[in-house]
């Protein structure tokens, strides 16, 4: 979902507030660009959005969520005790300092002025109601994203500028572009494969191309024991897709 269709359910004009302490906009302001500190790993991490219903939608970065947050168009859902509590932005902030005073080592904080805000894992968007996107969009993300970054061919992971997308059987041999004709693929398999099929170039698929069954933007590393409160939206979103 591009984020106008998310910020339509807030309203064009973020709520004014008054009185206000805690100010998100100016969360981690000042250290951002001090790159391997302990607040850019913060902000590195990734949110869980989900749907007024509790279906997972998106995942979202650190600034988004707080962002949401603040503007009042999202909650906080922290899973304690085996149960959900909720909190707006403003509860949030207070029981981040009540946590900060005890951090555990997989819970991560962004410095705010003068306190610590606790990293949100999942957030809730109170006022939308639409449903998880039933099929992934195919683009170079998607098939990048499915693939896990790796080529398929020689198995490195790469970063997405020194990855392209390769045509497992060539266009000019009728080979579509389709989930099931496409994969990830480094520079140099690229041109080493050229306009040939894996065979005549004597390469072969790590694995079989196909359709994920849901979208792999949310094949999050769920063994992170940061993102295990993940664990049951994202299996109920595979179970309502598949
Ligand atoms: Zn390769």
């Known amino acids: 979902m591009p984020s106008s269709t998310m910020d339509s359910t807030c309203g064009p004009t973020p709520k004014k507030r008054r009185g206000r302490s805690h100010d998100a906009s100016r969360v981690g302001s000042s250290e951002d660009s001090e790159s391997g500190s302990p607040l850019s790993s913060s902000l590195g991490c990734r949110v869980l959005v989900l749907n007024r219903f509790y279906m997972a939608i998106r995942v979202v970065n650190v600034r988004r969520a707080m962002t949401l947050l603040y503007r009042e168009c999202a ?66 993300k998607s098939v990048f994203a499915r693939d896990d970054h790796k080529c398929q061919y020689c198995g490195q992971k790469r970063p997405m500028s020194q990855l392209s997308l390769d045509h497992v059987i060539p266009r000019a041999h009728g080979g579509k572009t389709t ?54 939206f994202i299996q109920d979103a595979d179970a309502s897709t598949g």
């Open 75 to 140: 909650e906080v859902i922290s899973i304690e005790d085996g149960s959900y509590m909720n909190y707006d932005f403003d509860a949030w902030c207070e029981v981040s300092q009540i946590l900060a005073l005890e951090k555990q080592p997989e819970e991560d904080y962004l410095q705010a002025v003068g306190f610590e805000i606790q990293v949100p894992r999942i957030i809730r968007l109170t006022r939308y109601d639409k449903l998880p996107k039933t099929s992934v969009r195919f683009n170079r």
């Open 179 to 232: 989930w099931e004709n496409i994969v990830c693929c480094c520079l140099a398999c690229n041109s080493k494969k050229g306009g040939r099929n894996p065979a005549q170039a004597g390469m072969k698929l790590l694995s079989k191309p196909a359709k994920p069954r849901s979208n792999p933007a949310m094949s999050i590393p769920l063994d992170d024991p940061k993102y295990a409160s993940w664990k049951t």
